[in-house]
């Protein structure tokens, strides 16, 4: 089902994952994926690494049973990430999207996996703002963990009622689910399908 009007307008804040909901990363990450596989010999294809994207780096190779030189391989990936940053794109009506809620008057927070570093660099190029970015760091563990978002509800002062994330992956559901808020599923990302309430393909479902 898509969201209502009325359903939007009753929400406070929007939370919103990165990639694959604000931006188009694939290429970047396959490219990335694909020099680290080479220099460091590994075995593990991106359709292996992307059934893990949503959750940290350090975790992702985790799964994938990596555990030779994983911090050499998480400093290549990010590098080849950043040397390549022209192969991400924004998402259609994203900014459009974005500007909407705020003409409305509601708080916009950012919850992704990537590291501070690279958000940054990702919020200049494409002249996003937000009120508040969370990225993993030790005191705030990743998704699915809550701890993010019990953050941004105690620094805007919100009811839970009153929040939704916005995500593409299995591990954004998880997320919102142990913060206990609404969740939108946004289908054009890195998972075509879930069980959910709530789902759009663009932002356009939404605001047109």
Not at 32 to 50: A, M, N, P, Q
Not at 118 to 141: A, G, H, Y
Not at 168 to 175: H, R, Y
Request: contains cysteine; positive net charge; glycine residues 4%.
């Amino acid at each position: 089902m898509i969201p209502s009007e009325n359903y939007i307008n009753k929400k406070k804040i929007f939370i919103f994952d990165l990639d694959g909901v604000l931006i188009n990363s694939k290429k970047n990450m396959e490219n990335s994926w694909l020099v680290v596989r080479k220099k460091f010999l590994i075995k593990k294809t991106f359709k292996d690494y992307e059934k893990f994207i949503g959750l940290k780096f350090l975790e992702i190779l985790q799964k994938l049973k990596i555990k030779k030189d994983t911090k050499k391989i998480e400093k290549e990936y990010k590098l080849q990430s950043i040397k390549n940053i022209n192969l991400i794109t924004l998402k259609p009506n994203a900014k459009i999207f974005l500007n909407y809620l705020r003409k409305k008057g509601k708080k916009i927070a950012l919850l992704t996996s990537k590291d501070t570093t690279r958000t940054k660099i990702l919020l200049k190029k494409f002249n996003l703002r937000f009120d508040k970015i969370c990225t993993p760091n030790k005191f705030f563990p990743g998704k699915p963990n809550p701890r993010q978002i019990n953050s941004i509800i105690k620094r805007f002062k919100i009811d839970r009622k009153n929040a939704v994330y916005i995500g593409d992956m299995k591990s954004d559901l998880l997320t919102s689910k142990n913060g206990k808020i609404d969740f939108i599923f946004v289908s054009t990302g890195f998972t075509r399908d879930m069980n959910c309430k709530y789902k759009i393909r663009n932002f356009s479902d939404i605001i047109y």
